[in-house]
């Protein structure tokens, strides 16, 4: 059974300095993991998507990494900025479709 | 955004009677997901459709059912509401198992 595990579950950032978030995922047989962004009360914004194939992908100020083989993937966002703040949530796609239970951000100015 | 519209986007309804939420979405994906999120547990699903008709189950879908009888819309019915489906639902939508999925704005529910 695949389990994702996003730790720390919240952490307080700075204006300016850079967020590294991470999740870890037990099966590495995944076809993609994608980073997802939650405001409170909203629904969830598509950041990013890795494929397998994959070790990175960037958009703007993020960049998300992914190592099959130690189960991992971190998302980058460099100088953070307030409206940043937000759940990060990582979801790997293999036999199934997992959610870790995200990473709650602050960035204060 | 996807275009995607959940409803009703709150909904308020005792224990025993039944519940549709409906998600419609104008993208022509061919795959729709029902999730619930609820704290401590996260986001779960709780059935999903590959196609008109084609639906199958979550890890989650006692007490639930779907129907998608058109490619834009996908209906999720709680047959006899209990107090443990208060949940917020969200309906998403990809091109394929192995796109990215886009997300609707969610529908709370509560049950008393």
């Known amino acids: 059974k695949q389990e994702v595990t996003q730790i720390p579950a919240a952490l307080s950032v700075p204006e300016g300095e850079n967020l590294v978030l991470n999740c870890s995922f037990t099966?590495?047989?995944?076809?993609?993991l994608q980073w997802f962004r939650q405001d409170p009360g909203k629904g969830l914004t598509s950041l990013l998507l890795?494929?397998?194939?994959?070790r990175e992908q960037t958009s703007g100020r993020l960049n998300a990494s992914l190592d099959k083989s130690s189960g991992r993937s971190t998302l980058y966002i460099a100088a953070s900025q307030p409206g940043d703040s937000a759940t990060y949530l990582c979801?790997?796609?293999?036999?199934?479709?997992?959610f870790g239970g995200g990473t709650r951000v602050l960035v204060k100015p | 955004d996807a275009g995607i519209t959940q409803s009703p986007r709150h909904k308020v309804t005792e224990t025993g009677t039944p519940v549709t939420l409906r998600c419609h979405q104008t993208?022509?994906?061919?795959?729709m997901y029902w999730y619930r999120q609820d704290p401590g547990h996260g986001l779960r699903l709780i059935h999903y459709?590959?196609?008109?008709?084609?639906?199958d189950k979550g890890e989650v879908s006692d007490g639930y059912s779907v129907s998608r009888s058109k490619t834009e819309d996908f209906l999720l019915t709680l047959e006899s509401a209990t107090s443990s489906q208060t949940s917020v639902y969200f309906c998403?939508?990809?091109?394929?198992?192995?796109?990215?999925?886009?997300f609707g704005p969610g529908t709370r529910l509560t049950v008393t």
């Open positions: 979801k790997a796609a293999g036999n199934k479709l997992t």
């Open positions: 890795i494929q397998s194939s994959q």
């Open positions: 459709s590959y196609g008109v008709k084609d639906t």
């Open positions: 998403a939508i990809s091109e394929s198992e192995r796109y990215e999925q886009y």
């Open positions: 099966d590495s047989a995944i076809y993609n």
């Open positions: 993208e022509n994906h061919r795959y």
